[in-house]
Structure formats: C-alpha cells, structure tokens
C-alpha cells in the first residue's frame, strides 16, 4: 500500500508542477493574445518574457526560445511578433500533459 501512495504522490507533485508552469503559461498567452488590442507593446513584451521564463522552467526549450523572441519582435515589428507567438503555441500544443494512471486506491 505504500508503494502506491508514493507512486500517486509522485502523480500528483507532477501535475501540480505542470498546472504552476504549462496551465499558467497557456492561461497567460491566451489572455495576452486576446487583449492584445488595449496592451502597450512594453505589457506584452513584460508578459511573454515572464510566459517564456515559465516553459523553459518545464523544460520546453523550443517554445521557450520562440516566446522569446516574440516578446522581442513585439516591441519593433508586430507581424513578426504575431509569427513567433503562433509558432511558440503551436509548439507548446504539441508537449503532452502528464495524464494520471486510472484506478489508482490509496487507503
């Protein structure tokens, strides 16, 4: 029985680091992409550093590296920064979620 505690509790301390770094990553680049309109390119530029700072905590190298460069791009040329950050999302979906084993029982 505690062999499957440990294995759960190791489940949930991936998921938990998943949902502090991914989930907040996405959350915050969809909210930047859809308010993009009334943001100074400074906020987004602020904002995708912070986006690109938490996949690269995760280990999401590529998407990191194209957040970056959109955080960059925004403040001088706009098409480009639009560019990279559909790349760095597109990249971003592509990493799979830690799924949780089913039927997992801990008494």
Known sequence: MEISRKKLREEVLKRTEYVKTCVLARELCLLV??????????????????????????????PSELCRKAAEAVLTDEKKYLELCAQSCTKCGESRRPRPKKATYVA
């Open 33 to 62: 992409r859809t308010n993009r309109a009334v943001l100074e390119p400074k906020d987004v530029h602020d904002m995708c550093l912070h986006i690109s700072g938490l996949c690269k905590e995760q280990g999401c190298e590529e």
